[in-house]
Nanobody
C-alpha cells in the first residue's frame, strides 16, 4: 500500500526551470523504482525518467537528457524532477509512479501506484 502525490507544476516561459516533487506514503523497500511520465493533449502517455530507490540509478528518455534530472531524498521518501531549459514541447500533465522490482522502466504497466498528475505549461 503506497500512495504518491505530485506537486510543483506551473506556467513557465521557454528556457525556464521547474522542479516537480513526488511524496510517497507507505513503506518503500529497496526493490522499488519510481518514475515520471507525461501526457500532452492528443498524445499517449510517455516515459520521462526513472530512478532505482536502492542505489539512485537513473534512466531518461532521449528528449530530456541533459535538461532534466531525477533524484531522491530517502529521509523524506520523495523523488524530484528538476527540469531546466524547458521547451514548449515539454508541456504536459506529469505523473509520478512507483513499482516494485520493475524489469522495464519505460513501460507504464510495470508501475503499481500513480499520482494524480500536475500540469506543466511552457510558453514560447
Amino acid at each position: 500500500q503506497v500512495q504518491v502525490v505530485e506537486s510543483g507544476g506551473g506556467l513557465v516561459q521557454a528556457g525556464g526551470s521547474l522542479r516537480l516533487s513526488c511524496a510517497a506514503s507507505g513503506r518503500i523497500f529497496s526493490g522499488y523504482f519510481m518514475g515520471w511520465f507525461r501526457q500532452a493533449p492528443g498524445k499517449v502517455r510517455e516515459f520521462v525518467a526513472a530512478i532505482r530507490w536502492s542505489d539512485s540509478s537513473t534512466w531518461y528518455t532521449d528528449s530530456v537528457k541533459g535538461r532534466f534530472t531525477i533524484y531522491r531524498d530517502i529521509a523524506k521518501k520523495a523523488v524530484y524532477l528538476q527540469m531546466n531549459s524547458l521547451k514548449p514541447e515539454d508541456t504536459a500533465v506529469y505523473y509520478c509512479a512507483a513499482g516494485y522490482t520493475i524489469a522495464r522502466v519505460t513501460v507504464l504497466s510495470e508501475y503499481d501506484y500513480w499520482g494524480q498528475g500536475t500540469q506543466v505549461t511552457v510558453s514560447s
